[in-house]
């Protein structure tokens, strides 16, 4: 069977998700964008989404930042109701927004339709953890070989 594939401004589309993230739904979407290297790739990963009871540090969250933008990006850091968000794949640039913008938590990666990640894993967390902490020269270098050969 040929899968249809819709393509959707992300304003349309992740407001749906988010709708169905409160719901109770689980949602599956297909990334875009290289922030999330090397754990997620744009437009070849898919990530489901859940809706979290308590978002922590580490965990990979879809956000909504106002006027229709949407990022999914690592938190790095929450402060009370405030939560510091960066991409795996940006060396400096975050973003900020508060609980209540938390629309929903990665609890899987795919790579088509089969699990490359289960995020609650000790092993992905584990991986996670090391890249995060890992000097900024480091993540850089890395970050550079992976885009010129993309093999993971």
């Given at each position: 069977m040929n899968a249809r594939r819709i393509i959707l401004?992300?304003?349309?589309?992740?407001?749906?998700?988010?709708?169905?993230?409160?719901?109770?739904?689980?949602?599956?979407?297909?990334?875009?964008?290289?922030?999330?290297?090397?754990?997620?790739?744009?437009?070849?990963?898919?990530?489901?989404l859940v809706k979290k009871e308590k978002v922590e540090v580490?965990?990979?969250?879809?956000?909504?930042?106002?006027?229709?933008?949407?990022?999914?990006?690592?938190?790095?850091?929450?402060?009370?109701?405030?939560?510091?968000?960066?991409?795996?794949?940006?060396?400096?640039?975050?973003?900020?927004?508060?609980?209540?913008?938390?629309?929903?938590?990665?609890?899987v990666i795919l790579r088509g339709e089969k699990p490359r990640f289960r995020c609650d894993s000790p092993c992905f967390k584990r991986a996670s953890r090391r890249w995060v902490r890992a000097p900024r020269i480091v993540r850089r270098i890395c970050l550079g070989i992976y885009r010129r050969i993309k093999i993971l």
């Amino acid at each position: 069977m040929n899968a249809r594939r819709i393509i959707l401004p992300n304003a349309i589309m992740l407001g749906e998700a988010t709708r169905m993230l409160e719901e109770g739904h689980s949602v599956t979407i297909m990334t875009k964008g290289n922030s999330m290297s090397p754990f997620i790739r744009g437009e070849r990963d898919s990530v489901t989404l859940v809706k979290k009871e308590k978002v922590e540090v580490g965990d990979i969250a879809l956000c909504h930042l106002g006027n229709g933008r949407y990022v999914l990006h690592r938190v790095y850091a929450i402060n009370g109701d405030k939560v510091r968000l960066k991409g795996d794949g940006n060396l400096d640039a975050t973003e900020a927004c508060t609980l209540s913008d938390v629309c929903g938590v990665v609890s899987v990666i795919l790579r088509g339709e089969k699990p490359r990640f289960r995020c609650d894993s000790p092993c992905f967390k584990r991986a996670s953890r090391r890249w995060v902490r890992a000097p900024r020269i480091v993540r850089r270098i890395c970050l550079g070989i992976y885009r010129r050969i993309k093999i993971l």
